[in-house]
């Protein structure tokens, strides 16, 4: 039997054997607690916007109020428990952002602030922010060209 | 009214990256998830489609780091309407600074000051 044939056969078996995730409650999980992260971020923004800042400085500091909390939440272990039953509703917003930077800072401090803490802060963050770039220069490029 | 559609579409464009970890056969991780939303909302933002929904739906476009995608593009763009071609490279920096600073800051204060569970 050639090889490829086998890797498919293989491959046809593994997809069918592995459990198949339970995606209606997961979809359901991820709509509320995403939902829930939102509204309390409108909550700050309204806030912030009451003190009188403007619709930018308002949004930033909202990020970084957000940031805060998912940082803290997950220095105390709370917010993997969250992510464990909200999936994607707690990895899309910009809290699970500010999650994936400290959970593997965290976990490899023994290696000290430079390799551990300092570079594992960017394990995921690294490659966010190269595609962000990217994209947000590209989107300038063009702008400058064609518009 | 802002809070409804910040709880609706905040909680859709989540489900969206759900259905992808769920439906998709790769192996998508949260690394991918992020990487792909940031970029999917630089990419919206770019042809000026991200705008309408946060004037909708207020935080909760902006929440999801689709939004995150929507400032450094949106922040590029204003960039150069001020200073040409030098605004595509600092424009969406600058315009996202608050943010990435705050996370780097909490999160490196956060790992000194917490061990992890277990």
């Known amino acids: 039997m050639p090889l490829e044939k086998q890797k498919q056969q293989y491959n046809d078996m593994v997809n069918r054997i592995k459990p198949k995730p339970p995606v209606l409650r997961n979809v359901f999980w991820a709509f509320i607690t995403g939902g829930l992260i939102s509204l309390i971020g409108q909550l700050i923004l309204s806030f912030y916007r009451s003190q009188g800042l403007n619709i930018n400085d308002a949004g930033a500091a909202t990020s970084a109020t957000l940031v805060f909390l998912a940082a803290f939440l997950t220095g105390l272990g709370i917010y993997d428990e969250i992510t464990r039953r909200a999936g994607a509703g707690s990895i899309v917003p910009i809290t699970g952002f500010a999650n994936s930077m400290v959970a593997p800072a965290m976990e490899y401090r023994a290696e000290g602030l430079v390799f551990g803490v300092g570079a594992r802060l960017f394990t995921v963050a690294g490659p966010v922010l190269v595609f962000g770039m990217v994209a947000a220069w590209v989107a300038g490029i063009l702008y400058y060209f064609f518009r | ?118």
Request: a positive charge; charged letters at 5%; aromatic letters at 10%.
């Open chain 2, 1 to 118: 009214m802002q809070l409804f559609w910040a709880f609706v579409i905040g909680g859709a464009i989540c489900v969206v990256g759900q259905l992808l970890m769920d439906l998709t056969n790769y192996k998508v991780t949260p690394a991918h998830i992020l990487v792909g939303f940031v970029t999917a909302g630089a990419v919206i933002s770019a042809f000026g489609l991200y705008q309408p929904l946060v004037d909708l739906a207020g935080a909760g476009a902006t929440v999801p780091l689709s939004g995150f995608g929507h400032l450094l593009a949106q922040g590029a763009i204003n960039g150069v309407k001020q200073n040409g071609l030098l605004g595509a490279f600092g424009g969406g920096i600058s315009a996202a600074a608050v943010g990435i600073t705050a996370a780097v800051v909490f999160g490196y204060l956060s790992a000194l000051a917490f061990r992890p569970k277990g």
